[in-house]
């Protein structure tokens, strides 16, 4: 016998892939340090983002790969987002080559954000180490962007040296503005720098904090958060108002790749926004 | 749907008649190992063979796939995705190796749809094959309760000698057989009593190897967390990887963009990873979050024992013992679990 007989495909031939990004045009640029770059950006077809604060996308760099960066911008601040880029491997290093008018792809948003508005009232207290300040910065523009829905802001920023200092325009504008109380230390000293020295956990001691009202949202390297809760936590803020962001080598963003996991977490759907409590057991988090 | 039974000869012209609209899968030989393989003839089926050093995994999320083609030139062409159209039927699948890929078939539809797995498993019909006795020492299903699941298959074949038991489990299934054979016949009493009497061997063949009910590993892993006993075990990792490549449930992967030479045409390519890796977990500021072997080893044995069970509801581990038989230095998940089981 010799029937000839075939499965009956299914579906369309094509489909849209997960992996499959959107483009967008490089609008202005600034080279903050030899290694950090910063980037606006607005899409070919004109949409938005549509981002919360402190959420991340997967960024081509066309003909080298992707990597996950952190959208440094707020919604508020749309159609254009923006991302700062420390050069490190190829596809950061390579997007450091790129101008305005060249093209980028973008996935994303991923990541659960911070809800910013379920904390409507709140004081706010930011403490940035070096690279942090990018994903800090999201939810500080938001929250100065809807400065009557929010209390008293505290923002803290620390960097090794007066040179690796990020958004000093930002720094200059915040330092400047009378509702918001920013403080700037860096590790070590450089000619001319008449600023705090010191790590960013001696600021602390400069600021009033509310412990009952703050949220904390801390971001920095490892060392730096485990040094930063616990002096928000002698400040008396609970565990369940002290915000970090994890950074994790995330290659899909989609809760599949498993770079980005922390135990049974993947940082890509149930983070990168995480509060100290949750952190805390996690145990491999930070 | 009512069993059927067809006698081996029957099966064997059944199967060449699937080969002339499919791509057919199923065990074959590979020196005195077993492998599945793309068949070209009936004869080169080895229905009898224990287990395979891959399971059938590589049919339905391979080592390495495009999830993306684009080209560069004056702009960005970004291609839309093709998806597999191949029929294929999978033959002779072991209840590990269902129970496997069944797990896949839930994480690659978990928050988002992946169309490329969607689209293959679609077109791949599953025909499995039951176990009357253990493949070898290493193997653990009867604990890991995959050997008697049925999720996942279309149609599942006892081997009764000299015909096999077909059970239908899906329309697709039947389809699919009734398309390719008129000599299926329903089963009947003696049938029915020989695949019971399959069933009853089965139960004296298979012993457990845990001393507890699988419903505890979480617990029992949740335990073990702080124990030295991880670095102990991680003493003897190289951490090379082939526990995390045999294994049938993996789903990990690595992605990369390929340029070809024309400097144009770019594949997004997606390649099978292992968490074993140094590398895995290092982030660009170089942090390396699993920095040792031993938080790696017992990040696996926790994926496979836990995370994957409360993110699924279904075992990250299916017990084949792949994973046990292929490591160099002799590492075993089940004397693992076995261990940390005696140590509380």
Redesign the interface.
């Known amino acids: ?21 959107r ?1 967008a045009r490089i609008v202005a640029t600034e080279q903050f340090t030899p290694k950090e770059k910063w980037f606006r950006l607005v899409f070919n077809d004109g949409q938005p983002l549509g981002h919360p604060p402190m959420a991340f996308v997967q960024v ?1 760099v ?6 996950p960066i952190s959208v440094c911008s707020s919604p508020t601040r749309e159609p254009a987002f923006e991302l700062c880029v ?1 050069a ?2 190829s596809v ?1 290093n390579a997007m450091h080559k790129l101008g305005v008018g060249e ?1 980028l ?1 973008i996935r994303g948003p991923f990541g659960n954000g911070f809800k910013a508005d379920a904390h409507r009232g709140r004081d706010f207290l930011f403490v940035a180490g070096g ?1 942090g300040l990018a994903p800090a910065r999201s939810l500080i523009q938001y929250v100065l962007d809807r400065r009557r829905d929010f209390g008293r802001t505290t923002i803290l920023v620390g960097a090794r040296t007066p040179g690796d200092l990020l958004f000093q325009n930002d720094l200059k504008e915040w330092q400047s503005r009378p509702d918001v109380d920013t403080h700037v230390t860096v590790d070590r000293p450089a000619e001319g720098w008449t600023g705090n020295v010191g790590v960013i956990t001696t600021l602390f001691k400069k600021v009033k904090i509310n412990p009952s009202a703050t949220m904390a949202v801390i971001i920095g ?2 060392i730096m958060f485990k040094f930063a809760v616990l002096e928000a936590l002698a400040a008396g803020i609970p565990e369940t108002r002290c915000i970090c962001s994890l ?3 995330m ?2 963003g ?6 980005c ?4 977490v993947y940082v890509c ?1 149930e983070g990168p926004v995480f509060t100290y409590e949750q952190v805390k057991r996690l ?2 988090g930070i | 749907m009512l069993p059927r039974v067809l006698d081996k000869r029957s099966f064997r ?1 059944c199967v ?3 080969l ?3 791509s057919v899968v199923g065990p074959m030989a590979k020196g005195d190992k077993f492998v599945f393989d793309e068949i070209a003839s009936p004869d080169e089926l080895r229905m009898d063979y224990p287990i395979s050093l891959l399971g059938p995994r590589k049919y339905f999320f391979p080592q390495s796939e495009a ?2 083609r ?1 080209k ?1 030139g004056d ?2 062409a ?1 291609e ?4 597999p ?1 191949q ?3 999978v033959l002779g699948v072991h209840p590990c190796d269902m129970a496997a890929v069944y797990l896949l078939d839930a ?2 539809a ?3 749809v ?3 797995y ?2 293959r498993r ?2 791949a ?1 599953a025909v499995g094959l039951d176990c009357k006795k253990p493949c070898d020492d290493y193997q653990f299903c009867l604990d890991m309760g995959s050997l008697s699941r049925r999720e996942g298959y279309d149609l599942f074949l006892t081997d009764l000698g000299d015909r096999y038991f077909v059970e239908i489990v899906t329309e ?1 299934g039947k ?2 057989l009734d ?5 299926a016949r329903p089963a009947a009493s003696d049938d029915f009593a020989a695949r019971q009497e399959i069933e009853e061997q089965k139960a004296r063949n298979f012993r457990h190897k845990l001393p507890f009910d699988v419903k505890y590993l979480p617990e029992i892993l949740d335990e073990s ?1 702080d124990s030295l006993i991880w670095e102990a075990i991680a003493r003897r990792c190289f951490a090379c990887g082939s526990c995390n490549i045999t294994c049938p449930t993996c ?7 390929e ?1 070809a030479l024309d ?1 144009k045409t ?1 594949t ?1 390519t ?1 390649r099978w ?1 292992s ?1 074993q890796l140094h590398e ?6 170089g ?1 390396n ?2 920095e040792r072997r031993s ?1 790696r080893l017992r ?1 696996r044995m ?2 496979k024992g ?2 994957i069970l ?2 699924y509801g279904r075992m990250g581990c299916v017990g084949c013992g792949r994973c046990d038989r292929v490591c160099v230095a002799k590492i075993s998940g089940v004397e693992t679990y076995n261990q940390i089981a005696g140590n509380r």
């Open positions: 016998m010799s029937t000839t007989f075939t499965t009956q495909t299914t579906g369309a031939a094509v489909a849209e892939s997960p992996f499959a990004p483009l081509t066309f003909g080298i790969g992707e990597a420390r490190v491997g950061t093209t792809g690279l390297p490892p950074e994790r080598r290659k899909c989609l809760g599949w790749c498993g770079h996991q922390i135990r049974g759907k145990r491999e | 012209s060449q008649a699937l002339a609209g499919h999830v993306l684009y560069m702009g960005i970004i839309p995705t093709a998806l159209t029929p294929r039927v994480v690659f978990k928050d988002q992946d169309p490329v969607k689209a679609a077109n019909v697709r389809a699919l398309g390719a054979t008129r000599d967390y789903y990990c992967f690595d992605v990369q963009d340029i400097l770019v997004r997606r990873d968490c895995f977990a290092k982030v660009a500021t942090e979050f699993r938080d990040h926790f994926r836990k995370y409360e993110d």
